[in-house]
């Protein structure tokens, strides 16, 4: 997708993607906080966004918002350990269908982001600012392509 629309734009998808959310980011956390009900009381838990919060901790604050705004839960997708519970997860992970994980040093920024499918981890991410769009652009087209051979249409997907 992104080969092709860069052929056909000259615009980058993925960069002026993530440039878009960076700019939308504070106002999409503000319209969902601005919510009543259940919605608003699960993100009371979420922390407050400053002007001087950096781009990747905001980025996890709106991705959250959206989830709650969907009424899913974070816990049924995200899960979170410490480094010192990194054993347990392996455990843990090996039994969900999709999730995604995070390892974290108690009040830190993330030390490793993995995918989990089918029990199995697909993309393991050593935090490196570089490789990551990568590897998620890796696994969005094995996700698509699995879906594609397993409806044979993408209208279906």
Do not use: H
Request: glycine content about 6%.
């Amino acid at each position: 997708v992104n080969k092709d629309f860069l052929r056909v734009t000259t615009i980058p998808l993925e960069a002026r993607f993530m440039q878009k959310l960076d700019k939308k980011c504070s106002e999409l956390i503000q319209v969902v906080r601005k919510k009543g009900g259940a919605i608003r009381e699960k993100i009371k838990l979420l922390p407050i966004v400053e002007t001087d919060t950096d781009t990747t901790t905001k980025r996890e604050i709106a991705l959250k918002c959206l989830i709650f705004n969907m009424g899913e839960s974070v816990e049924d997708l995200i899960k979170e350990f410490l480094v010192s519970e990194k054993e347990e997860a392996g455990q843990i992970l090996q039994q969900e269908t999709i999730s995604i994980f995070v390892i974290r040093d108690a009040q830190a920024a993330p030390k490793d982001i993995g995918i989990i499918l089918e029990g199995q981890e697909k993309v393991f991410m050593e935090l490196d600012p570089e490789g990551m769009p990568t590897k998620v652009k890796k696994l969005y087209d094995q996700l698509y392509n699995r879906a594609w051979f397993r409806t044979g249409s993408p209208d279906q997907l």
